[in-house]
């Protein structure tokens, strides 16, 4: 019943901007921390951003200053925008909602399929 779907990913340049979304349904969206999480082939997952139910955001070291997480509440709909992207960027990305924040990452919680997301020349 609980389904997130990423959208927004694609091909882009370095130094270009893109904005994920992430449709949420089967929840009460607004009560619910949210994170985007990335996995390039290879690594770890790692945490993008978070949101949670107040508001208040938080950031992985090599994004901050170029990514911001927000949301719509009213759209049941979680966003991140990413400017001045890296091919470091490259990975699959990941939402996730109610996932739980622990000294050893974030577990649990609903997850979404992933959207692609390529920095190349």
């Known amino acids: 019943q609980v389904q997130l779907v990423e959208s927004g990913g694609g091909l882009v340049q370095p130094g270009g901007s893109l904005r994920l979304s992430c449709a949420a349904s089967?929840?009460?969206?607004?009560?619910?921390?949210m994170g985007w999480y990335r996995q390039a082939p290879g690594k770890e997952r790692e945490l993008v951003a978070r949101?949670?139910?107040?508001?208040?955001?938080n950031y992985g070291d090599s994004v901050k200053g170029r990514f911001t997480i927000s949301r719509d509440n009213a759209r049941n709909t979680l966003f991140l925008q990413m400017n001045r992207l890296k091919p470091e960027d490259t990975a699959v990305y990941y939402c996730?909602?109610?996932?739980?924040?622990?000294?050893?990452?974030?577990?649990?919680?609903?997850w979404g399929q992933g959207t692609q997301v390529t920095v190349s020349s």
């Open positions: 996730n909602a109610g996932g739980a924040v622990t000294s050893r990452g974030t577990i649990g919680g609903y």
């Open positions: 089967g929840i009460i969206f607004s009560r619910y921390d």
């Open positions: 949101i949670v139910s107040g508001g208040i955001t």
